[in-house]
């Protein structure tokens, strides 16, 4: 322990005093390919192979120039708080079952959710899961839970080192004893017991060998697993002869005759499959529609979500007994509103509908025949972050949360028929002592668009501001509880959160205002953004940086190399970057629907506007760059943020660039809480340094 303390000193006292070191020098093999019409150039083909000791040897020589360059005492300072800040109780929302109560909660010693729970509301918690300890590294984590319709079994996954391929684990409940059951490679596997306990649906990915390696996280399949069965024997319901680029999930009928099964290839439409347990048939009931559909069940008639012929989205019915009426036959439920239709929840009496007003969440209470009962109280910019209920119960819970206060749970007292709070993550600020304003800019083409802007009430003029934006796959930025940036506010620097295109706040059409052809528009609304907290003097070029990861890593990858001058500093994280090649690798072919697909000669003209990787030019400084990317992360190869960081190593004189490979550690589910906190830190003092934050 003294050796290691002292090393840290030695870091601390080289990164205090670390200056424009310059990095280390990276081979250059240039690499010719031709694509299409064009002669792709690529000096660092040789990094793409993760296996390799060159390029193993390369990952710790970047690793270890960026601690002697960030490991200092700004980083001490973080660490040490953020550590603090993450070391408190977290916990899911409850899930009902038959009057018992499970939930998973992480203690303040602990790195991971244990799974829980109570026999009543008010008993003692009885553990039931706990991954800390599994192995030496800890990093082993459950990725989810499932409870069987009386409460009697629980079938949890748990995974190793970020990489995201569960076995799933039986237990009862009652006796907290271990069933033989597992079941390998079951990469985010839903599931859906029968009613009798019997047995449960469930997805898997292919037998190692069956497939290529890259393609091991693909191919996934629906299967029924009887209780103390082989998983080997288990029945295949659904994927034979499918694309194995197929996303599945399902839900199954009350009274377990009907399993809907909902497949995608993309993130604009998706296909519905009814397969009849009685009969053993599935049949078509959507299909070859240019719409998103999700089927729930209630107990004598089905609902649908949908944005078939309505952008914000209506709900459609049927009785359960009419289930495969054509979809043009269906009843409207619940019109499309002025704000989307975010999700559905279900009750035995009750719709619980989420809108989206401008990025933020608006609760109400319909009956199932699609009356407005009441509307449920949410702060002002907060969030719906979870919602539990089912039909066989009229309690529900519900939990909210906001740029300044973490999650907050309610739970709905069927007999008092009030809302009242159950529970709340412990606050590091005091929400009174910070502004959350939502403003709005034109980007390039004239489109309005929102921007969240969270900053401390006494902080005035131009201050160190971090921008982060995201703009892809349908998926919302709302306000949310960033528990790593509270010590950047806290310390007078300005966070914002810009709603570009490409997310789904403003419905499907958003969507697909910012993708394949149209993709230079996210990249064009977050320039804007960043121009409109110049213009309104919140900050200056010198003084903004911008973070995002995975699809958001390449967004901030794009913009910086788009417009240098803008910013002073950018963090990139997991981030795709070379886009001529990123199908190439593992699941990213589900990607083409967003990004284009570089075999077709249009898309491929269009891709190489906007790449990254090919978009670079000598002479041209770049700004201050810090990637982070990780070893074992099965969804964005760690290849891209390698390449990316090689080159501008090779191109910036001035500014620095930086690459953080975690290892053991994947896309970001399953981090311990000290590689959370680590690499948050990291950011912080890269951020820090650059944009000249003050940090005591």
């Not at 303040?108 to 590294?137: C, F, Q």
């Not at 967003?594 to 990787?613: A, R």
Request: proline share 5%; charged share 25%; with cysteine.
């Amino acid at each position: 322990m003294k050796e290691h303390t002292q090393k840290m000193e030695v870091q601390s006292q080289e990164a205090d005093s670390f200056n424009n070191i310059n990095p280390p020098p990276t081979k250059i093999e240039d690499v010719v390919e031709k694509v299409g019409e064009h002669l792709i150039h690529d000096s660092y083909r040789w990094l793409e192979d993760s296996d390799s000791e060159e390029t193993q040897s390369w990952i710790r020589v970047q690793n270890e120039y960026l601690d002697k360059s960030l490991r200092g005492k700004t980083f001490e300072v973080f660490f040490t708080e953020l550590t603090k800040s993450f070391r408190v109780v977290n916990f899911s929302t409850p899930i009902m079952r038959k009057g018992k109560y499970f939930f998973s909660e992480r203690q303040p010693g602990e790195d991971h959710h244990a799974v829980w729970y109570r026999k009543s509301l008010d008993s003692e918690p009885i553990k039931l899961v706990d991954p800390n300890g599994m192995n030496e590294t800890n990093t082993v984590s459950v990725d989810g839970w499932s409870i069987s319709k009386s409460g009697k079994y629980l079938v949890y996954g748990l995974s190793e080192g970020g990489k995201e391929m569960a076995t799933l684990h039986l237990k009862d409940v009652e006796t907290n004893t271990e069933l033989p059951d597992q079941i390998e490679r079951c990469r985010f596997s839903r599931v859906q017991w029968l009613s009798d306990d019997s047995g449960f649906y469930y997805m898997r990915n292919p037998h190692p060998g069956s497939v290529s390696k890259n393609e091991e996280y693909m191919h996934q399949k629906i299967y029924f697993h009887k209780l103390g069965d082989n998983p080997d024997d288990d029945v295949l319901i659904f994927g034979k002869d499918r694309p194995k680029d197929d996303m599945l999930g399902f839900s199954l009928s009350v009274d377990g005759r009907y399993l809907c099964i909902h497949v995608s290839q993309n993130w604009h439409e998706n296909e519905l499959y009814i397969y009849d347990r009685q009969t053993e048939t599935t049949t078509q009931l959507v299909t070859g529609i240019h719409a998103k559909f999700q089927l729930v069940f209630l107990i004598d008639r089905v609902i649908i979500k949908t944005n078939y012929r309505a952008n914000n989205k209506r709900v459609l019915w049927v009785p359960l007994g009419k289930l495969l009426t054509p979809i043009d036959d269906w009843e409207e439920l619940i019109p499309e509103q002025e704000y989307l239709l975010e999700s559905v929840g279900v009750t035995k009496s009750k719709l619980i509908i989420e809108y989206s007003v401008n990025a933020c969440s608006k609760l109400s209470i319909f009956n199932h025949d699609g009356i407005k009962q009441e509307e449920v109280p949410i702060p002002e910019y907060a969030s719906l972050v979870s919602l539990s209920g089912n039909i066989d119960e009229e309690e529900f819970f519900y939990g909210v949360d906001s740029f300044t206060f973490p999650k907050i749970e309610y739970r709905y007292d069927p007999k008092k028929k009030d809302f009242e709070e159950f529970r709340r993550v412990e606050n590091p600020v005091n929400p009174d002592n910070y502004v959350v304003k939502q403003e709005w800019f034109n980007s390039k083409d004239g489109v309005s668009v929102p921007l969240f802007i969270v900053y401390r009430k006494d902080v005035s003029g131009i201050h160190p501001t971090v921008l982060y934006g995201y703009g892809g796959f349908s998926l919302s930025k709302n306000p949310a509880f960033m528990r790593s940036w509270i010590p950047w506010i806290k310390r007078g620097g300005v966070f914002a959160v810009a709603n570009i295109r490409g997310g789904g706040e403003f419905g499907e059409q958003w969507h697909e205002e910012g993708i394949k052809e149209k993709k230079q528009n996210s990249f064009n609304d977050f320039i804007s953004a960043a121009e409109h907290l110049i213009k309104k003097g919140y900050t200056d070029s010198d003084h903004l940086g911008i973070v995002g990861g995975s699809n958001g890593g390449l967004l901030v990858s794009a913009v910086e190399v788009q417009r240098p001058e803008l910013f002073k500093a950018v963090c990139s994280q997991v981030p795709l970057t070379d886009m001529v090649r990123f199908p190439q690798f593992g699941i990213a072919i589900r990607w083409i629907p967003e990004y284009g697909d570089p075999k077709k000669k249009e898309e491929l003209e269009n891709i190489l506007k906007w790449s990254p990787y090919h978009n670079v030019k000598e002479g041209v400084e770049y700004p201050a760059t810090l990637f982070t990317t990780a070893e074992n992360d099965t969804r964005v190869n760690p290849l891209h943020a390698r390449k990316m960081a090689a080159l501008f190593q090779s191109v910036n004189k001035k500014n620095n660039v930086f690459i953080f490979s975690e290892i053991e550690a994947g896309h970001g589910p399953g981090k311990p809480i000290r590689k959370i906190v680590q690499s948050h830190a990291l950011i912080l003092a890269f951020l820090a340094q650059q944009l000249e934050l003050t940090v005591k």
